[in-house]
């Protein structure tokens, strides 16, 4: 049996995790990341809910009968997260701080902390699965629940990670998790599962930019260049959004979208959300920093990507350009898929690994 660290959130599927590790007969302790100081921020983080998180979490070790910590790593989250998705935004890109969460901290720094403090492996509730190799090595597969599969968030985890990692409830569907918490007490059983920025609760991004980037407002024009309005700052817009725009749609009904943003001119470039609309469709992308679960692709083949969360794997030719660096081909033009976003790299149903999407 192996003394496990569980990353406890204070929601229903990491207490399952701890649950299901205790009754497997594991050494199991608990700890919550407080990686946020609603002190340092203002009126915009007031719904960050570390409060009754750390709360929730301490009843279910208390429950489970197991020892429970809070680990400050509110630097190491201000450094890796917090400032990447600041200056993401400020450089134009589209940001995904969940994927970072998950390579530099959760699998990261608290990785390490349990190491430090002689522990075996961290364990989350995260619904996907892990494989183990007969050399050793691990192989990440996507959750049996395809609803809440959470493996593309992993998709820049390494494998030197995954050795050190257990994810208890990637086998379960999420309705069975709440039936086993129900089952077995435990106190936030009926709690509502969480939404927002990694570890930040329910914020709005706009908002928290604010504090962040200052607004630089510009034109907003269509491909032709008709000024349509005015937009706040370009750091406030992604490729292929359609609300908040602030401009008017004509008499058609059609919908205005994003298709670009010149950084030169400081203006938001849209169009009428249809197949044609400049820019909005693409089929070729480059992928920058290419990290591998397992084994890199070295070679030109043919492979399947999960664009973004949630959406259906998608087949593509994978053109290796460099180390780190590769051209994709998909099959069927793809909508929307902007600068500094992350694309998983599958095989079936295994992650293989993932990139960013490049300018």
Known sequence: MAKILV???????????ALLLK?????????YMRTWMNEEGSAILADCPWEEDIKQAKAVCAHLEIPFEVVNLIDAYRQYVVDYLVAGYRSGI????????????????????AEDEGFDEIATGHYCRLRENADGSRELLRGIDRNKDQSYFLALVKQEQLRRARFPIGEL????????????????AKRKDSQGICFLGKVDINAFLKSYIPDRPGEIVRTDGTVLGEHAGLHHFTLGQRRGLGIPSNTDFKNYVVTGKDFTQNQLVVAFDEPNAPGLYEREFTLRELSWAHTAITSPQEIEIMP?????????????????????????AQRALAPGQVAAIYAGDTLLGGGFYEE
Do not use: W
């Open 23 to 31: 009754q497997q007969g594991h050494d199991v302790y608990a700890a």
């Open 7 to 17: 990353a406890l959130s204070g929601g229903v599927d990491s207490a399952v995790a």
């Open 94 to 113: 589209t940001p995904n701080p969940d994927i970072m969460c998950n390579r530099e901290m959760k699998f990261g720094v608290f990785r390490q902390f």
């Open 173 to 188: 569907a999420k309705p069975r998790v709440r039936e086993l918490a129900l089952e077995h007490n435990l106190p936030n």
């Open 308 to 332: 973004r969360y949630r959406d259906p794997l998608q087949r593509a030719d994978f053109i290796p350009e460099g180390e780190n660096t590769a051209k994709i081909r998909f099959h069927e």
